[in-house]
T-cell receptor, first 114, second 113 residues
Framework: AQSVAQPEDQVNVAEGNPLTVKCTYS??????LFWYVQYPNRGLQFLLK??????LVKGSYGFEAEFNKSQTSFHLKKPSALVSDSALYFC????????????FGAGTTVTVRA | DAGITQSPRYKITETGRQVTLMCHQT?????MFWYRQDLGHGLRLIYY???????DKGEVPDGYVVSRSKTENFPLTLESATRSQTSVYFC????????????FGPGTRLTVL
């Protein structure tokens, strides 16, 4: 069975500083990996995904993530955080099969202070 | 309008009552999903559907029933609500491949008293 760990419940950064949200996963074989963001009282929005190829994936709103197979990690990064990036972030993993069961981490709350 | 909608957005019910949460999408996506979101657990899959009349259990299916008679609708029924089913429920849809992102509805906040 697959699983996702987001080791930090909360991440606090100052506006303009780099932002990193950590994610590690466990899955049989090679995974599909996703990041989603949730703003208050809203559904989840897709940010980016890793399917294959380049380990550095670029997504929406200036976010990027690096797939590291040896460390089974998929950390989300943004070079310069904005106050508007304050939200709840979820990492998710799916095995490379016809199984559509996406497993989510518990989420990391990001607060960017002005 | 195109997208994925859920109704009601908020619902309060009592233990033992039957409750149905509605989900409608206009993209003709083949796959639809129901999740519940609870603090500390992230999102957990309840049921999913690959197409009309095809459904399958997720991680936490007990106490829930789904149907999918039409591609665009995927209702979730709590046959006899319990307090442990108090949660925020999200419906999602995606095009037919595991590497495709899912599109989420706005959620239904359900309180069972």
């Amino acid at each position: 069975a697959q699983s996702v760990a987001q080791p930090e419940d909360q991440v606090n950064v100052a506006e303009g500083n780099p932002l990193t949200v950590k994610c590690t996963y466990s899955v049989s074989g090679n995974p599909y990996l996703f990041w989603y963001v949730q703003y208050p009282n809203r559904g989840l929005q897709f940010l980016l995904k890793y399917i294959t190829g380049d380990n550095l994936v670029k997504g929406s709103y200036g976010f990027e993530a690096e797939f590291n197979k040896s460390q089974t990690s998929f950390h989300l990064k943004k070079p310069s955080a904005l106050v508007s990036d304050s939200a709840l972030y979820f990492c998710a993993v799916s095995p490379r099969s016809n199984d559509y069961k996406l497993s989510f981490g518990a989420g990391t709350t990001v607060t960017v202070r002005a | 309008d195109a997208g994925i909608t859920q109704s009601p957005r908020y619902k309060i019910t009592e233990t033992g009552r039957q409750v149905t949460l509605m989900c409608h999408q206009t993209w003709s996506h083949s796959y639809m999903f129901w999740y519940r979101q609870d603090l500390g657990h992230g999102l957990r899959l309840i049921y999913y559907s690959a197409a009309a009349d095809i459904t399958d259990k997720g991680e936490v299916p007990d106490g829930y029933v789904v149907s999918r008679s039409k591609t665009e609708n995927f209702p979730l029924t709590l046959e006899s609500a319990t307090r442990s089913q108090t949660s925020v429920y999200f419906c999602a849809s995606s095009q037919g491949a595991p590497y495709n992102e899912q599109f989420f509805g706005p959620g239904t906040r359900l309180t069972v008293l």
